[in-house]
C-alpha cells in the first residue's frame, strides 16, 4: 500500500528556513500529483503548494514568493522548501499524494516558527 512519511520539520526562528521531504513508497511516485498542506491548532486543514504529475506547480497566496515545491521521482521524493517563515506558518505539515482522485495521506511533520 501506498505510505508517505515526511521529514524535515522543526523549530527555526523568524526569518528562517526550512526544507520538508516526503518519500512514497508503495507505488509509482512519477504518477501521482503531490500537495503539502498544513494545519495550525484550531484551523482547517489548508493547501499549501502542490506539483503535478509533470511538474506544473500551484500555491497559496501566502506561500508565494516564499516556498518552493519540487519533487524527484528518481528518489520518490516531494519537497518543500520554506524560506522567510513567520510565526504564522506554525503547523503541522502533511504531504498528500493524489492519483485519479485517490488521496494518501502522510502523518505530518511540525513546524514551528518562533519570534
Known amino acids: 500500500q501506498v505510505q508517505l512519511v515526511e521529514s524535515g520539520g522543526g523549530l527555526v526562528q523568524l526569518g528562517g528556513s526550512l526544507r520538508l521531504s516526503c518519500v512514497l513508497s508503495?507505488?509509482?511516485?512519477?504518477?501521482?500529483?503531490m500537495g503539502w498542506y498544513r494545519q495550525a491548532p484550531g484551523k482547517q486543514r489548508e493547501l499549501v503548494a502542490a506539483?503535478?504529475?509533470?511538474?506544473?506547480?500551484d500555491y497559496v497566496d501566502y506561500a508565494k514568493g516564499r516556498f518552493i515545491i519540487s519533487r524527484d521521482n528518481a528518489k520518490n521524493t516531494v519537497y518543500l522548501q520554506m524560506n522567510s517563515l513567520k510565526p504564522e506558518d506554525t503547523a503541522v505539515y502533511y504531504c498528500?499524494?493524489?492519483?485519479?482522485?485517490?488521496?494518501?495521506w502522510g502523518r505530518g511533520t511540525q513546524v514551528t516558527v518562533s519570534s
Open positions: 498528500n499524494a493524489n492519483f485519479i482522485g485517490v488521496n494518501f
Open positions: 508503495g507505488s509509482t511516485f512519477r504518477l501521482y500529483n
Open positions: 506539483i503535478t504529475s509533470g511538474g506544473s506547480t
